[in-house]
């Protein structure tokens, strides 16, 4: 069984930075895809940010130039580095880790609250 745990949310004030990370049970170089997903107040869940097996990576528009993933398989953790947050970045942030399409494991999730 894959476990994924997320750490690093917190409370900041608009602007600051946050780093996430999600350490998983074994090594991750055996997911296609790991992503962060987050789901704010009211909101549908929504991606984040992915990052391949190669190293490639992919952002939501509301993110680019602000947030960064990546991922270290030698400690089986993938990270995701958030600068100048805004109130809106406010949400509960998940890992997630794609093992084959349609076979998928998600994390507890970790919250991020961001003052104004």
């Known amino acids: 069984q894959v476990q994924l745990v997320e750490s690093g949310g917190g409370l900041v004030q608009a602007g600051g930075s946050l780093g996430l990370s999600c350490a998983a049970s074994?090594?991750?170089?055996?997911?296609?895809?790991m992503s962060w997903y987050r789901q704010g107040p009211g909101k549908e869940r929504e991606l984040v940010a992915t990052i391949t097996n190669g190293g490639s990576t992919n952002y939501a528009d509301s993110v680019k130039g602000r947030f960064t993933i990546s991922r270290n398989n030698v400690k089986n953790t993938v990270y995701l580095q958030m600068n100048s947050l805004k109130p809106e970045d406010t949400a509960l942030y998940y890992c997630?880790?794609?093992?084959?399409?349609?076979?998928?494991?998600w994390g507890q999730g970790t919250q991020v609250t961001v003052s104004s």
């Open positions: 997630n880790a794609e093992l084959l399409p349609g076979r998928e494991y």
């Open positions: 074994g090594s991750i170089f055996r997911f296609n895809v």
